[in-house]
Protein backbone atom coordinates (compact mmCIF):
# COMPACT_ATOMS: atom_id res chain seq x y z
CA UNK A 1 0.00 0.00 0.00
CA UNK A 2 1.48 3.21 -0.99
CA UNK A 3 0.80 6.39 1.75
CA UNK A 4 -0.83 9.35 0.02
CA UNK A 5 0.79 12.31 1.30
CA UNK A 6 -0.06 16.42 0.66
CA UNK A 7 2.58 18.01 -1.08
CA UNK A 8 2.65 21.76 -1.06
CA UNK A 9 5.99 22.21 -3.91
CA UNK A 10 6.27 26.34 -2.90
CA UNK A 11 8.06 29.26 -4.65
CA UNK A 12 10.96 29.97 -5.77
CA UNK A 13 13.80 27.27 -5.44
CA UNK A 14 10.58 24.64 -4.19
CA UNK A 15 10.03 23.08 -7.27
CA UNK A 16 13.74 22.54 -7.55
CA UNK A 17 14.02 21.10 -4.27
CA UNK A 18 10.71 19.42 -4.11
CA UNK A 19 11.51 17.46 -7.51
CA UNK A 20 14.92 16.45 -5.45
CA UNK A 21 13.53 15.14 -2.31
CA UNK A 22 10.67 13.40 -4.63
CA UNK A 23 12.97 11.15 -6.43
CA UNK A 24 15.05 10.45 -3.78
CA UNK A 25 12.05 9.29 -1.83
CA UNK A 26 11.24 7.13 -4.46
CA UNK A 27 14.55 5.60 -5.36
CA UNK A 28 14.79 4.61 -1.54
CA UNK A 29 11.07 2.49 -1.96
CA UNK A 30 9.71 4.80 0.21
CA UNK A 31 6.17 3.92 -1.32
CA UNK A 32 4.62 7.45 -1.20
CA UNK A 33 2.01 9.06 -3.76
CA UNK A 34 1.30 12.91 -3.64
CA UNK A 35 -1.34 15.04 -4.35
CA UNK A 36 0.17 18.36 -5.31
CA UNK A 37 -1.03 21.64 -4.57
CA UNK A 38 0.06 25.09 -4.75
CA UNK A 39 0.36 27.75 -1.85
CA UNK A 40 1.86 31.09 -1.52
CA UNK A 41 2.98 33.70 -3.86
CA UNK A 42 2.38 31.35 -7.25
CA UNK A 43 -1.13 30.20 -6.20
CA UNK A 44 -1.67 33.47 -5.31
CA UNK A 45 -0.80 34.89 -8.90
CA UNK A 46 -2.65 31.90 -10.56
CA UNK A 47 -6.03 31.32 -8.73
CA UNK A 48 -6.08 34.61 -6.11
CA UNK A 49 -5.42 32.42 -2.80
CA UNK A 50 -2.74 31.90 -1.15
CA UNK A 51 -4.09 28.77 0.82
CA UNK A 52 -6.38 27.36 -1.05
CA UNK A 53 -9.14 25.51 0.29
CA UNK A 54 -8.59 22.58 -1.55
CA UNK A 55 -5.33 22.63 -0.02
CA UNK A 56 -6.22 22.52 3.58
CA UNK A 57 -9.23 19.70 2.61
CA UNK A 58 -6.57 17.58 1.22
CA UNK A 59 -4.27 17.99 3.93
CA UNK A 60 -7.03 16.68 6.34
CA UNK A 61 -7.87 14.08 4.15
CA UNK A 62 -4.09 12.53 4.13
CA UNK A 63 -3.16 13.84 7.57
CA UNK A 64 0.41 14.22 6.12
CA UNK A 65 2.35 17.09 3.95
CA UNK A 66 5.30 17.81 2.97
CA UNK A 67 6.00 21.68 2.47
CA UNK A 68 8.84 23.09 0.38
CA UNK A 69 9.33 26.99 1.06
CA UNK A 70 6.59 29.87 -0.03
CA UNK A 71 6.61 33.63 -0.21
CA UNK A 72 3.76 35.74 0.98
CA UNK A 73 3.28 38.60 -1.13
CA UNK A 74 4.40 41.99 0.43
CA UNK A 75 1.88 44.52 1.63
CA UNK A 76 -1.09 44.99 3.42
CA UNK A 77 -3.27 42.42 4.78
CA UNK A 78 -1.49 39.05 3.82
CA UNK A 79 -1.16 36.78 6.58
CA UNK A 80 1.89 34.55 6.11
CA UNK A 81 1.13 31.13 4.89
CA UNK A 82 3.35 29.61 7.66
CA UNK A 83 1.12 31.10 9.99
CA UNK A 84 -2.61 30.69 8.36
CA UNK A 85 -1.40 26.35 7.83
CA UNK A 86 -0.73 26.72 11.76
CA UNK A 87 -3.68 28.10 12.94
CA UNK A 88 -5.95 26.32 10.42
CA UNK A 89 -4.91 22.64 11.59
CA UNK A 90 -4.09 23.57 15.12
CA UNK A 91 -0.54 22.54 14.37
CA UNK A 92 0.47 23.57 17.99
CA UNK A 93 3.75 21.78 18.17
CA UNK A 94 6.84 23.48 15.95
CA UNK A 95 9.12 20.80 16.01
CA UNK A 96 13.18 21.53 15.25
CA UNK A 97 15.69 19.15 15.59
CA UNK A 98 18.89 20.69 15.28
CA UNK A 99 22.17 17.98 14.74
CA UNK A 100 25.73 17.78 13.61
CA UNK A 101 25.97 16.88 10.45
CA UNK A 102 28.66 14.96 8.89
CA UNK A 103 31.11 16.97 7.07
CA UNK A 104 29.82 20.13 7.97
CA UNK A 105 31.91 22.41 9.81
CA UNK A 106 30.92 24.30 12.63
CA UNK A 107 31.85 25.44 16.08
CA UNK A 108 30.84 22.73 18.11
CA UNK A 109 30.94 18.83 16.91
CA UNK A 110 28.39 17.22 19.31
CA UNK A 111 25.00 19.70 18.72
CA UNK A 112 21.84 17.70 19.19
CA UNK A 113 18.91 19.52 20.51
CA UNK A 114 15.58 19.09 19.68
CA UNK A 115 12.96 22.71 20.40
CA UNK A 116 9.91 22.44 20.66
CA UNK A 117 8.00 25.93 20.19
CA UNK A 118 4.67 26.84 20.53
CA UNK A 119 2.96 27.54 17.34
CA UNK A 120 -0.26 29.21 17.40
CA UNK A 121 -0.56 31.19 20.76
CA UNK A 122 2.25 34.38 22.31
CA UNK A 123 2.41 37.39 20.06
CA UNK A 124 2.49 35.45 16.94
CA UNK A 125 -1.76 35.53 17.44
CA UNK A 126 -1.98 38.61 16.27
CA UNK A 127 -3.64 40.29 18.69
CA UNK A 128 -2.63 43.87 17.90
CA UNK A 129 -4.44 46.96 18.43
CA UNK A 130 -4.13 50.76 17.32
CA UNK A 131 -4.47 54.15 19.24
CA UNK A 132 -4.45 56.48 15.96
CA UNK A 133 -5.46 59.50 18.70
CA UNK A 134 -2.53 58.94 20.98
CA UNK A 135 -0.14 57.15 18.18
CA UNK A 136 0.29 53.67 20.28
CA UNK A 137 0.50 50.60 19.37
CA UNK A 138 -0.33 47.26 21.16
CA UNK A 139 0.46 43.39 20.31
CA UNK A 140 -1.05 41.27 22.87
CA UNK A 141 1.26 38.24 23.99
CA UNK A 142 -1.72 35.51 24.88
CA UNK A 143 -0.52 32.53 26.78
CA UNK A 144 -3.39 30.08 27.72
CA UNK A 145 -3.20 27.07 29.86
CA UNK A 146 -4.26 24.61 27.71
CA UNK A 147 -1.58 25.82 24.93
CA UNK A 148 1.34 25.76 28.16
CA UNK A 149 0.52 22.02 29.11
CA UNK A 150 -0.22 20.33 25.65
CA UNK A 151 3.53 21.83 24.44
CA UNK A 152 5.05 21.20 27.36
CA UNK A 153 3.83 17.89 27.63
CA UNK A 154 4.45 16.68 23.78
CA UNK A 155 7.96 17.98 24.95
CA UNK A 156 8.37 15.38 27.85
CA UNK A 157 6.29 12.65 26.39
CA UNK A 158 9.03 12.61 23.28
CA UNK A 159 12.42 12.76 25.73
CA UNK A 160 10.60 9.80 26.76
CA UNK A 161 9.68 8.34 23.63
CA UNK A 162 13.45 8.61 22.62
CA UNK A 163 15.57 8.35 25.32
CA UNK A 164 16.33 11.84 25.92
CA UNK A 165 17.98 12.98 29.38
CA UNK A 166 16.43 16.22 29.81
CA UNK A 167 13.81 19.42 28.94
CA UNK A 168 14.89 22.50 29.27
CA UNK A 169 11.84 25.16 29.49
CA UNK A 170 12.85 29.04 28.17
CA UNK A 171 10.89 31.69 29.82
CA UNK A 172 10.86 35.36 31.01
CA UNK A 173 9.35 35.12 34.18
CA UNK A 174 11.34 37.25 36.10
CA UNK A 175 9.63 40.17 34.19
CA UNK A 176 6.90 39.25 32.44
CA UNK A 177 5.46 37.51 35.91
CA UNK A 178 1.94 36.14 34.41
CA UNK A 179 2.32 34.82 31.30
CA UNK A 180 5.73 33.10 31.67
CA UNK A 181 4.63 32.70 35.31
CA UNK A 182 2.24 30.20 34.84
CA UNK A 183 3.91 29.05 31.39
CA UNK A 184 7.15 27.76 34.18
CA UNK A 185 4.28 26.75 37.22
CA UNK A 186 2.52 24.28 34.76
CA UNK A 187 6.04 23.20 33.34
CA UNK A 188 7.35 22.29 36.64
CA UNK A 189 4.01 20.50 37.92
CA UNK A 190 4.30 18.47 34.22
CA UNK A 191 7.88 18.04 35.28
CA UNK A 192 6.72 15.66 38.51
CA UNK A 193 5.15 13.57 35.99
CA UNK A 194 8.34 12.42 34.74
CA UNK A 195 11.15 11.90 37.32
CA UNK A 196 12.93 9.85 35.10
CA UNK A 197 13.62 12.73 32.93
CA UNK A 198 16.05 15.89 34.35
CA UNK A 199 14.16 19.21 34.32
CA UNK A 200 15.63 23.07 34.58
CA UNK A 201 14.22 26.11 33.42
CA UNK A 202 16.35 29.21 32.13
CA UNK A 203 15.76 33.07 31.43
CA UNK A 204 15.60 33.51 27.42
CA UNK A 205 19.13 36.01 27.60
CA UNK A 206 20.74 33.46 29.62
CA UNK A 207 19.63 30.80 27.83
CA UNK A 208 21.16 32.75 24.06
CA UNK A 209 24.60 33.24 25.81
CA UNK A 210 24.54 29.76 27.15
CA UNK A 211 23.36 27.83 23.70
CA UNK A 212 26.60 29.78 21.43
CA UNK A 213 29.00 28.86 25.12
CA UNK A 214 27.77 25.48 25.42
CA UNK A 215 25.02 23.92 23.21
CA UNK A 216 26.11 20.26 23.82
CA UNK A 217 24.62 21.29 27.60
CA UNK A 218 21.03 20.91 25.79
CA UNK A 219 19.03 17.94 24.63
CA UNK A 220 15.02 19.07 24.45
CA UNK A 221 14.00 22.29 24.94
CA UNK A 222 10.44 23.68 24.65
CA UNK A 223 9.26 27.22 24.47
CA UNK A 224 6.36 29.91 23.82
CA UNK A 225 5.98 31.31 19.85
CA UNK A 226 8.19 33.91 19.61
CA UNK A 227 11.07 32.76 21.83
CA UNK A 228 11.17 29.47 19.63
CA UNK A 229 10.97 31.10 16.26
CA UNK A 230 14.24 33.14 17.65
CA UNK A 231 16.22 30.02 19.50
CA UNK A 232 15.20 27.36 16.49
CA UNK A 233 16.90 29.40 14.26
CA UNK A 234 19.77 30.21 16.55
CA UNK A 235 20.29 26.16 16.98
CA UNK A 236 20.00 25.81 13.21
CA UNK A 237 23.13 28.29 13.00
CA UNK A 238 25.18 26.16 15.67
CA UNK A 239 25.28 22.71 13.10
CA UNK A 240 25.37 25.37 9.55
CA UNK A 241 22.68 26.99 8.73
CA UNK A 242 18.60 26.09 7.90
CA UNK A 243 19.05 24.78 4.57
CA UNK A 244 20.55 21.31 6.39
CA UNK A 245 17.52 21.30 9.44
CA UNK A 246 14.11 19.47 9.43
CA UNK A 247 11.14 21.15 10.24
CA UNK A 248 7.81 19.95 11.26
CA UNK A 249 4.55 21.67 12.53
CA UNK A 250 2.25 19.25 14.39
CA UNK A 251 -0.87 18.74 16.04
CA UNK A 252 -2.72 15.75 17.35
CA UNK A 253 -3.99 14.76 14.12
CA UNK A 254 -2.00 16.29 11.40
CA UNK A 255 1.27 16.44 10.18
CA UNK A 256 3.20 19.08 7.97
CA UNK A 257 6.85 18.87 7.36
CA UNK A 258 8.89 21.63 5.66
CA UNK A 259 11.95 22.94 5.34
CA UNK A 260 11.70 26.20 7.09
CA UNK A 261 14.68 28.15 4.93
CA UNK A 262 13.35 30.86 2.33
CA UNK A 263 12.06 30.43 -1.09
CA UNK A 264 15.64 31.97 -2.80
CA UNK A 265 14.30 33.64 -5.76
CA UNK A 266 17.32 34.65 -6.42
CA UNK A 267 18.51 31.74 -7.38
CA UNK A 268 15.61 29.85 -8.53
CA UNK A 269 16.08 27.30 -12.03
CA UNK A 270 20.04 28.18 -11.63
CA UNK A 271 20.90 24.47 -10.76
CA UNK A 272 22.00 25.75 -7.33
CA UNK A 273 19.58 24.95 -4.72
CA UNK A 274 20.68 22.73 -1.54
CA UNK A 275 17.68 20.36 -1.08
CA UNK A 276 18.88 18.55 2.07
CA UNK A 277 16.64 21.01 4.57
CA UNK A 278 13.68 19.37 2.64
CA UNK A 279 14.85 16.02 2.39
CA UNK A 280 15.59 15.86 6.18
CA UNK A 281 11.88 17.16 6.87
CA UNK A 282 11.19 14.02 4.45
CA UNK A 283 13.07 11.55 6.67
CA UNK A 284 11.15 12.99 9.72
CA UNK A 285 8.29 12.61 8.28
CA UNK A 286 8.76 8.73 7.11
CA UNK A 287 9.51 8.25 11.11
CA UNK A 288 6.22 9.43 11.74
CA UNK A 289 4.41 7.47 9.35
CA UNK A 290 6.83 4.07 10.78
CA UNK A 291 8.77 3.79 7.49
CA UNK A 292 11.82 3.54 9.64
CA UNK A 293 13.93 1.23 7.27
CA UNK A 294 13.77 3.63 4.63
CA UNK A 295 14.32 6.92 6.45
CA UNK A 296 17.55 5.27 7.59
CA UNK A 297 18.25 4.43 4.62
CA UNK A 298 18.31 7.59 3.15
CA UNK A 299 19.87 9.58 6.15
CA UNK A 300 22.92 7.08 5.58
CA UNK A 301 22.92 7.95 1.81
CA UNK A 302 22.66 11.94 2.96
CA UNK A 303 25.46 11.84 5.64
CA UNK A 304 27.52 9.69 3.33
CA UNK A 305 27.51 12.63 0.37
CA UNK A 306 27.60 15.08 2.97
CA UNK A 307 30.99 13.83 4.16
CA UNK A 308 32.31 14.16 0.44
CA UNK A 309 32.82 18.17 0.71
CA UNK A 310 33.07 17.99 -3.35
CA UNK A 311 29.80 16.45 -3.41
CA UNK A 312 28.03 18.91 -1.94
CA UNK A 313 25.97 22.14 -2.99
CA UNK A 314 28.04 25.39 -3.30
CA UNK A 315 26.77 26.70 0.27
CA UNK A 316 28.52 23.61 2.15
CA UNK A 317 31.66 24.59 0.11
CA UNK A 318 30.98 21.95 -3.03
CA UNK A 319 30.87 21.65 -6.67
CA UNK A 320 27.38 20.49 -7.11
CA UNK A 321 24.78 21.79 -8.32
CA UNK A 322 20.80 20.37 -7.40
CA UNK A 323 20.98 17.64 -10.09
CA UNK A 324 24.58 16.74 -8.98
CA UNK A 325 23.78 16.63 -5.26
CA UNK A 326 20.93 14.48 -5.71
CA UNK A 327 22.66 11.89 -8.40
CA UNK A 328 25.07 11.24 -5.62
CA UNK A 329 22.62 10.72 -3.19
CA UNK A 330 20.81 8.13 -5.42
CA UNK A 331 24.24 6.22 -5.92
CA UNK A 332 24.36 6.07 -2.18
CA UNK A 333 21.58 4.92 -1.99
CA UNK A 334 22.36 1.99 -4.10
CA UNK A 335 25.31 0.87 -3.58
Same mark, same amino acid.
Request: charged share 25%.
Given at each position: ??????????????????????????KA??????????????????????????????????????????????????????????????????????????????????????LF????????????????????????????????????????????????????????????????????EI???????? +? @? =???? /????????? $???????? #??????????????????????????????????????????????? +? @? =???? /????????? $???????? #????????????????????????????????????????????????
Amino acid at each position: MRTIVTLIPGDGIGPEITESVCEILEKAGAEISWETYLAGERSFQENGELIPRALIESIKRNRYALKAPVTTPVGKGFKSVNVGLRQELDLFINLRPSQTLPGVKTRFDQVDIVLFRENTEGLYAGLEIYDERLGIADAIKRVTRKGSERIIRAAFDYARKHNRRKVTLVHKANILKITFGMFLEIGRTISAEY +P @D =IQFE /DVIIDNMCM $QLVRNPEK #YDVVVTTNLFGDILSDLNAGLVGGLGIVAGANLSEDYFVFEAVHGSA +P @D =IAGQ /DKANPTALL $QSAILMLE #YLGKFDVAKNIKNALFHVLAQQEWCTADLGGQSGTRKFTQHIVQALQS
